[in-house]
């Protein structure tokens, strides 16, 4: 399962940022995909990419609000966010798992060998405060002097658009080098910290800062595919904290906001079938079996 | 027989009707964001650089 999904996370990257005439174009993709979002955080200037980040546009329509409000037209962003609804209501932050590819970037730097730290447990709620604050809030009150918000989370904190955008467009076009100052250096730092960040600890953005992971989160106990708990198989062993990358305790919190259903609990961790994948509270997978051990065993197996 | 039958039944699994509803809600908002025509408006974002959103110029 592991391996399928790696091949997701492939497929899903190269889907999204499937423009690869874009050296030849010297500029972004801007045909009519780009109408569709894309599920994970996935910068919409970089050159490669197909679909628009849910995030940006979220912004922009919350920066100008204000503007089409005047004009007369009734732009509150309600397609991006039934879009991002949409995809939540089905996968929550399964996607973070399967088709995030700056999750997908950060989980190859974690193979970087290195020592490995644990991310501190209430850290997880500095990105529901960057939601709010730098992706809505923000951009919808802090305006200029002609009355135009900015995209704060974009233009102040992306390390997802520097390393797929800003990175890529300074290479390709060499006369915007001259344009770049303090606030490039400061998202450049911002990047660099996250970067070194992941190969020391599994997906810090993921966890701290990704505002899409934690609107994402908010589906947590609603989502239509979700990991289920079987209280009667558990032996409360503590396997499945081990191998979760997100720092999850699933069997004391299956309904955990932190979960990207990556089933690394269920197909590496928990030997007892006490975990599986439900569909709309349908079980789907390997709940019915006990993988290994003999129930004698499992009395014997408790920490 | 009867009681035996329905102690070997396994129990139903309900479904989560929270689930339909959130997706149906959201479906709703992706419709009204279609009838005020945002597509078109995503459209336009998504085609041009925003230089100053990705810390350039």
Known sequence: MELIRKWVQIVAGFLMNGYWLFPWSRNIYQGPLKVFCAPGLNCYSCPAATTYCPIGSLQHFMAGLRFSLDAGQYYFGLYV????????????????????????????????????????????????????????????????????????????????????????????????????????????????????????????????????????????????????????????????????????????????????????????????????????????????????LPAADKRGCSG | MQKQLQRGRKPPHPIRKASLFTVLFFLGLFLAGIALDEPARVLEQARQICLSCIGIG
């Open chain 1, 81 to 292: 966010v039934g879009s991002m609804g949409l995809l939540g209501g089905f996968f929550g932050r399964m996607i973070c798992g399967w088709a995030c590819p700056f999750g997908f970037f950060q989980e190859l730097l974690h193979k970087i060998p290195s020592p490995k730290f644990a991310i501190p447990s209430g850290l997880r709620y500095l990105k529901y405060a960057i939601l709010l604050l730098f992706v809505i809030l923000l951009p919808l009150l802090a305006l200029d002097e002609f009355g135009a918000g900015s995209p704060w989370f974009c233009k102040y904190l992306c390390p997802a658009g520097t390393v797929e955008a800003g990175l890529p467009l300074l290479l390709l076009r060499p006369e915007l080098r001259e344009t770049i100052g303090f606030l490039f250096y400061s998202k450049f730092a911002i990047m660099v910290a996250f970067i070194v960040w992941a190969v020391l600890a599994s997906r810090p953005f993921c966890r701290v800062a990704c505002p899409l992971g934690a609107f994402y989160a908010l589906f947590g106990r609603v989502r239509v595919v979700k990991l289920r708990l079987d209280p009667h198989r558990c032996t409360n062993c503590g396997a499945c904290h081990r191998v979760c990358p997100m720092g999850v305790k699933f069997n004391e919190s299956p309904d955990d906001t932190e979960c990207i259903a990556c089933l690394a609990c269920m197909e590496r961790g928990c030997q007892f079938g006490a975990i599986s994948l439900d569909l709309c509270g349908v079980p789907l997978g390997a709940s019915g079996t006990e993988k290994h």
